[in-house]
């Protein structure tokens, strides 16, 4: 088995030792391993559900989102309907986002053209 420290967790996600202990204290994440020493050790199993928080995280999903699904998550396969559910309603925030977006960088690309044409000499 494959174990991952601290340092290099936050390598690979991209999240601060903070959030991780965050994550872990609130639940989001199983009661991690130790060491003898005491310090945490990481699974391949903890990383790819970090990966995944990071994902749901990046994408804007509520914590309080993100709790409700890993506590469907660890309900078993029972709540996979519920879990479907949640994600396909999440899936369509971002599409809903991703239209934001587009209409304020369509906003931003026509500041920039007027901005450009003021530039541009007479001709």
């Known amino acids: 088995m494959t174990f991952y420290s601290p340092g290099q967790v936050v390598d690979k996600t991209g999240f601060s030792l903070d959030t991780l202990r965050y994550y ?6 199983q009661e991690i391993g130790r060491t003898a020493g005491g310090r945490r050790r990481f699974t391949e199993t903890d990383l790819l559900w970090l990966l995944l928080l990071r994902c749901l ?3 804007g999903m509520p914590i309080a989102q993100m709790l409700r699904f890993v506590e469907l998550t660890r309900g078993g396969d029972d709540t996979i309907p519920d879990r479907l559910t949640l994600l396909e309603e999440h899936d369509q925030q971002i599409d809903k986002q991703i239209a934001r977006l587009r209409a304020n960088q369509q906003q931003i690309q026509t500041k920039i053209r007027h901005y450009r044409s003021k530039l541009q000499p007479d001709r």
């Open 24 to 29: 872990e204290r609130i639940g989001l994440l």
């Open 57 to 59: 995280r990046d994408s």
